[in-house]
């Protein structure tokens, strides 16, 4: 399972035994939140989205993948069901509000 918070980190944990597998900290962004977590279908990765932007990482090790380009501001995401997508809601500028669909690879 995974949680957020508003202190620029999100944590991974097992389901099966309940210990911590990583903190993940958004880079350069010691004010910003995570709103948002989404795993992928096939639970390589996961991307989490908040007040400092989007971030895809690796979920064995929570290494950063990728920062998801255009996001200034992200609340919800959601993986299409093949993973190939991610779908954003929130802003590129901070001053709109809008959908994104960002291709993974």
Not at 9 to 16: H, N, P, R
Not at 78 to 85: E, I, K, L, R, V
């Amino acid at each position: 399972g995974g949680s957020s918070s508003g202190d620029s980190t999100a944590k991974v944990w097992s389901t099966t035994d309940g210990r911590l597998l990583f903190t993940f900290t958004v880079p350069d962004q010691p004010s910003s939140s995570i709103d948002s977590v989404q795993f992928s279908p096939d639970n390589a990765s996961l991307v989490f989205t908040g007040t400092g932007g989007g971030y895809l990482v690796r979920l064995s090790d929570g290494a950063l993948l990728r920062e998801l380009c255009c996001i200034e501001t992200g609340y919800a995401t959601a993986y299409s069901p093949d993973g190939q997508y991610i779908a954003v809601g929130g802003s590129e500028t901070g001053l709109e509000e809008t959908t994104l669909l960002i291709r993974v690879s």
